[in-house]
C-alpha cells in the first residue's frame, strides 16, 4: 500500500511509468524536465492564487471604510471561478442559445456521425477568444518534420512529450507526433481537436489521454472529438472534465455527467466504441432497410 501510494503521487508529478521505476530505484534520470514542467504548473497557480488574494485585500479594505462590495465582486473571490462562453448554435440547429465552460483542461465533444458535432467543434474554435480548430488534414500535413526543423525548442518538447508517450505504452507513429506537435506548439489558448484518435492504436490512445490528464487544471483548455471509449473513459471522468452531447435529432447540445443515470449518460456510451471496433466500423452508419 505504501509503494502503491508512492507510485501515484509520482505520477501525479507527471513522470512515466519507466521514470517512476528508475525513480524508485534511486536513478534521477530524465526526472529533472519533468520537474520543471510541474513546477510550471504550481507557479501558474500561484499566480492565479496570488490575484485572487489581492482582490480580497482590496474588498477588506473597502468593508472597513464602510462600502458594501457588489455581489459580481464577491463572486470574483471564488479560487474556482469558472468562466464561460454562449453562442447561438448555427443550422442544423436552429439558433438556441448555448453555454458552454471555457476553463476545463479536458472537455470532450461524442455525438453519432451526422449529429453536427463537428459543426460545433467550429463554432467553439470560432468563438472562444485564441481558440484554433484542428482538423484530420493533420494526418496528411508533410510541414510537421520541417515545422520541428526549423525550431529546436519545439522539437525538445516534442521529443520529451513522445519519450514519455512510449514509456507509457503508446506506439510511435506519424499521426502520434503530428498530434503531439500540435499540443506542444506555442500560440492558440484552446484546442479543439477533430477525432483525437484518428490513426492512434489502443495503447497509444490509452497512453495519450492519461498524459493529457498528468498536465493538471492549469493545462492549456482541450476539446476532443472522440468516439472512443480508451480517450473517453466514462468511469474514469475527473471533475474538472466536462463531456458535450450532440443528439442524433439535432436537438441542441448538452452537458452530461458523468455517472449512470444521469441525463444523457446512455446516450454518450452507446456513441463510444472500442479501438477496435472504431477501426472496422469507420464511417458506417447503422440504418434500417425499407420495403416489404
Known sequence: ???GSE????R???LSLSQVARVLEGNADGLESALAAHQANLEVGVRQLTGTIEKLRQIRKDVNL????TVEELTCLSVSEQSCIEFELPWPWGGERFVVPIDRPLSYIVGPLGSGKTKLALCLAQE???AAFISLDRLQDGSV???LESDPELKCRVDIGLQWLIEDGAIASDALTSLITVFETEGPTVLVVDMVEQSLEQETQQALIAH?????VNGRPLYLLTRSSAILDLAAVGSD???IFCPANHSPPTIVAPYPGAAGYECVATCLASPDVRARTQGVIAWRPTGT
Open 7 to 10: 507510485i501515484v503521487a509520482l
Open 212 to 216: 493529457l490528464r498528468r498536465r493538471g
Open 145 to 147: 518534420a520541417a515545422k
Open 12 to 14: 501525479a508529478l507527471g
Open 66 to 69: 464602510g462600502r458594501t462590495p
Open 128 to 130: 472562444i477568444p485564441g
Open 1 to 3: 500500500m505504501i509503494r
Open 241 to 243: 472534465e466536462l463531456i
